[in-house]
């Protein structure tokens, strides 16, 4: 029986290559050229499998052309690369990779906090440039983590790993707030308290936003929203691009009506805004919080096994839009 063809859309671990070639006619991009939608759409010409990542935008209007296509496995917990109604409608699975990097995605929002709140980066680029000359009383002052106030926005899996590290870390006071309530017993685990959006941003000293992407969630962090902040706060986003309107934070960071900023994601990425680039008060790192070689290893061998499981028996194990599953 011929094997069923599918198309891997960026370079990946070798290992997982070679496992997926066990089931599959794979083609690969071991160069991993960024390829544009007309590309894509080219090289997705008769596969009924693709394993992409968050950079690959499945929509209409590739599913209209790819009339093969049965399933989109990404490695990536977040999937708003993906129409998932278009998807359904064209009964196209999608699968995503969630909790193998719950804890390395936590670990870096709290590395990146940390960063920003006690001007890591920026202190060490003045070092670099030869400009220590002296000890000063005030250099380079931050704020404290422990002991502070810690706000959460989003509160699934990453945002639960946050406020365990710093409450029960750093004995932060943790307060969140998310679309649903969590149940009792775990906010109480969490050591964290719901409060609604405005008290998060009024009360917090350090915001950490860890919701999903979404028409809905754009711009949810706008010039409104930044007003309302401490102008000694920090704000993290380890979210997605577009949760934050990036020039109206920029404007706050160079106004001083926050303190600090640490961003691992942005507004269209790899792009950022320029005058981002400008301030000094922001730690600006590429998209790198679930980069850990076991987190990036597990999350590609789970988009694959995805695809095994899908064509082997119908039993991807993390869909999306599982609907799909039974019609066949
Ligand atoms: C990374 O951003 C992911 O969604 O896994």
């Known amino acids: 029986?011929?094997?069923?063809?599918?198309?891997?859309?960026?370079?990946?671990?070798?290992?997982?290559?070679?496992?997926?070639?066990?089931?599959?006619?794979?083609?690969?991009?071991?160069?991993?050229?960024?390829?544009?939608?007309?590309?894509?759409?080219?090289?997705?010409?008769?596969?009924?499998?693709?394993?992409?990542?968050?950079?690959?935008?499945?929509?209409?209007?590739?599913?209209?052309?790819?009339?093969?296509?049965?399933?989109?496995?990404?490695?990536?917990?977040?999937?708003?690369n993906f129409d998932i109604a278009a998807m359904t409608a064209a009964g196209v699975l999608a699968t995503n990779a969630p909790d193998v990097l719950t804890e390395t995605t936590a670990d870096f929002g709290f590395a990146l906090l940390m960063a920003t709140a006690r001007r890591i980066t920026e202190s060490e680029h003045y070092l670099r440039a030869g400009k220590w000359t002296k000890w000063s009383?005030?250099?380079?002052a931050g704020s404290d983590i422990h002991g502070a106030t810690l706000g959460i926005l989003g509160m699934g899996r990453i945002g639960q790993g946050i406020a365990r590290r710093g409450a029960h870390g750093f004995g932060m006071k943790v307060i969140y707030h998310n679309r649903s309530r969590l149940d009792a017993a775990l906010e109480a685990e969490c050591k964290a308290g719901y409060v609604g959006k405005d008290?998060?941003?009024?009360?917090?000293?350090?915001?950490?936003?860890?919701?999903?992407?979404?028409?809905?969630?754009?711009?949810?962090?706008?010039?409104?929203?930044?007003?309302?902040?401490?102008?000694?706060?920090?704000?993290?986003?380890?979210?997605r691009g577009g949760i934050v309107d990036d020039a109206a934070l920029a404007a706050a960071l160079r106004n001083k009506t926050i303190a600090a900023a640490g961003l691992d994601v942005f507004e269209g990425e790899p792009t950022l805004h320029p005058e981002l680039l400008m301030v000094p008060n922001v730690v600006l790192t590429p998209h790198i919080a679930s980069a850990t070689i076991p987190a990036r290893l597990a999350m590609a061998r789970l988009a694959a096994d995805n695809l095994i499981g899908f064509f082997k028996e119908n039993k991807p194990l993390t869909p999306l839009n599982p609907a799909v599953l039974a019609i066949k």
């Open 1 to 80: 029986m011929s094997k069923p063809k599918i198309l891997v859309a960026r370079a990946v671990f070798p290992e997982v290559i070679a496992r997926l070639e066990a089931h599959f006619e794979v083609e690969s991009n071991p160069s991993d050229e960024t390829w544009s939608k007309a590309e894509l759409i080219a090289r997705l010409q008769g596969k009924e499998g693709a394993f992409t990542t968050g950079g690959d935008r499945i929509d209409a209007e590739v599913l209209a052309a790819c009339p093969q296509l049965r399933i989109c496995a990404n490695m990536a917990v977040g999937y708003n």
């Open 137 to 140: 009383y005030d250099m380079f």
């Open 199 to 239: 008290e998060l941003l009024k009360t917090a000293d350090h915001l950490v936003l860890v919701l999903p992407y979404s028409p809905e969630s754009h711009h949810t962090i706008g010039a409104a929203e930044l007003a309302l902040m401490k102008p000694t706060a920090t704000l993290v986003n380890i979210a």
